[in-house]
């Protein structure tokens, strides 16, 4: 069996798995924003009576995560742990670490039934912005950690609606279209602060919130532009609570069949739900024959 574990900005859940099914699933709150110093101990807490039944360990973690070490830049350039090397001394078991996005998207990618490709992108449009690139069958990934953060892709934006990217470009799509882009620029057209769902739930009929959604839509069809450029997917996966609600979705339907033929592709929603980066995790760990 395997220990999957799922290490988010919000919650760390921890499955016993037997193939894809799971035994036993814990969740607890995150620390990494509290402090990220206290991961391992609190990781290793919570999966540690499972050690002597399983053979490995498979982590999905936020962030910049290298084949040794997690980096959280979006909290401090110091926000390093060699998360690896940390979690197989103390558990005695073989551990893999790999990008939450990335495993979700080789949970998709593997028994999401896209049997007739292989090759698959899937962005996460959620809080932020995130990806997974499955390419000629293989993960796509980099040693530093930065492959596929599809959110810091840059895109066009009118003018008057330049963004700053806290990755110190503009307009990258994250810093347009992710959720808390959307509440931030909401709250400066209403006059007072919203969060994203509030937006959805309660401005859509507002013309100016109405023009925001259009030109957030926008950036997420040219990010997909770009990624057909780069990638020649014929299929990308978009999940993620805003890439998921229903007035977005229905934008970017609309929206992406007016792109050019050559950058035609199928746009779907993810088949694997709430335990995609477990399983994800799970299942790659298995490709690199630990
Ligand atoms: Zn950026």
Redesign the pocket.
Known sequence: MIIAIDVGGTKIAAALLDGTEIIERREIPSVIHQDFTLLPETVISLVKDWREQASAVAVACTGQVTPTEVKFLSISTEAILPLKALLSDALSLPVSIINDAAAAAWAEYAIGGHTDVDTLVYITVSTGIGGGMIQNGNLVTSNDGFSAHL??V?VQQPHQHTQY?????QN?V??IASGTAIARQASEILGTDVSCKEVFNDHLDNPLIKKLLDRCADSVIDLIANIKAITGTESIVIGGSVGLAAPFQALIAQKVVNLPNIYSVKISQPVMKANADLIGAALYLRELNL
Do not use: L
Request: charged share 20%; aromatic share 0%; glycine share 18%.
């Open positions: 959110g810091h840059s990217c806290v990755c110190g470009r990258c994250e810093a």
